[in-house]
């Protein structure tokens, strides 16, 4: 099985609707992330959290927020999706000690009509 | 700034030919490299990363990658390439008490010719 799980993969919605992504991990990792990534910018950071209690932004976090609802869970929302926020999203953990190397979930392909 | 410069967005080489991509980094602090593979449709798979030591690392797949710091650059190596390694790779840079942050490049996309 998958260290890091992202649901759902792929998803479809209309402007102005809420959305939820989600991402699970069973490596253990206290620090979680929420990338977002778009053709030739590479990966964005949106928001990370280094355990339950300790959420931070990223660098594009306008438009975005998130739960860390357990250790091994951590929820990424659109609070009313537009569609300049159509992109790839992915997860990532990491440990604290680990030198911050940091493990990808498979993303989840958003489009926003 | 912070920042991590990929400078070629797409490269083709033929099978069997050998690979360099570049990598060039602007960073305050001492930094930790990586370089990251995403095959189509999937997520990132980490190659190689340095900390500090030897500044030649070596990876999976047959990937290596060496630091150098007076030119702030981290290009990726293969002596031959397979046709399994077109893909999107990806440098990113973070340091120790940066928060475990990590900044990308833009991505550099491989397409090999058979």
């Known amino acids: 099985d998958a260290d890091v799980t992202q649901t759902p993969r792929n998803r479809i919605t209309k402007t102005g609707k809420r959305i939820m992504l989600e991402c699970s991990q069973t490596?253990?990792?206290?620090?979680m992330y929420w990338y977002r990534q778009d053709p030739g910018l590479g990966l964005r950071l949106i928001y990370y959290s280094f355990d339950v209690k300790d959420i931070n932004k990223g660098e594009i976090s306008d438009g975005y927020s998130v739960s860390r609802q357990a250790q091994a869970k951590f929820s990424l929302s659109l609070e009313s999706a537009i569609p300049n926020q159509t992109a790839l999203y992915f997860c990532?953990?990491?440990?604290?000690?680990?030198?911050?190397?940091?493990?990808f979930g498979p993303g989840t392909r958003l489009l926003v009509l | 700034a912070q920042s991590v410069t990929q400078p070629d967005i797409h490269i083709t080489v033929s099978e069997g030919a050998s690979l360099e991509l570049r990598c060039n980094y602007s960073?305050?602090?001492?930094?930790?490299l990586f370089w990251y593979v995403q095959s189509p449709g999937q997520g990132l798979q980490l190659l190689l990363k340095y900390f500090s030591g030897d500044t030649l690392v070596q990876g999976i797949k047959g990937f290596e990658a060496e630091f150098k710091r007076s030119q702030s650059s981290f290009n990726l190596r293969k002596p031959s390439v397979h046709w399994s390694d077109a893909a999107e790779y990806f440098c990113a840079v973070g340091a120790r008490n940066q928060g475990g942050k990590l900044i990308f490049g833009q991505g550099t996309e491989l397409s090999v010719k058979p």
């Open positions: 490596k253990g990792h206290d620090r």
């Open positions: 960073y305050g602090a001492t930094p930790y």
């Open positions: 990532a953990t990491s440990s604290l000690g680990a030198q911050e190397t940091q493990y």
